[in-house]
């Protein structure tokens, strides 16, 4: 059985960083991509960073410069590093994995991240 786990949400104040992570199992993550979407309240789920097998990334316009996507391949894990955030940042974050890009196959259940002052 797949499992993806997110873990590293909360609150945070504008300007601040948090950490996401997100462990995987029942699958080998060295040879899926993997990704982090997020999902505001009205809003549509969004791609915010995703990472091929072979270590390409993508990320959204609105994160360039601001957060990290990286894995651990040994570990089976993934992360998104997020600096500078701001209050727009707020929404659910989810990881995900997949075989084709984007990766959308497999799902973790969300954590919930909130920029306010």
């Known amino acids: 059985q797949v499992q993806l786990v997110e873990s590293g949400g909360g609150l945070v104040q504008p300007g601040g960083s948090l950490k996401l992570s997100c462990a995987a199992s029942g699958i080998n993550l060295s040879i899926f991509a993997v990704g982090w979407y997020r999902q505001a309240p009205g809003k549509q789920r969004e791609l915010v960073a995703a990472?091929?097998?072979?270590?390409?990334?993508n990320y959204a316009d609105s994160v360039k410069g601001r957060f990290t996507i990286s894995r651990d391949n040994a570990k089976n894990m993934v992360y998104l590093q997020m600096n500078s955030l701001k209050p727009e940042d707020t929404a659910v974050y989810y990881c995900?994995?997949?075989?084709?890009?984007?990766?959308?196959?497999?799902w973790g259940q969300g954590t919930q991240v909130t920029v306010s002052s």
């Open positions: 990472n091929t097998a072979d270590y390409r990334t």
């Open positions: 995900s994995a997949g075989t084709t890009w984007p990766p959308e196959h497999y």
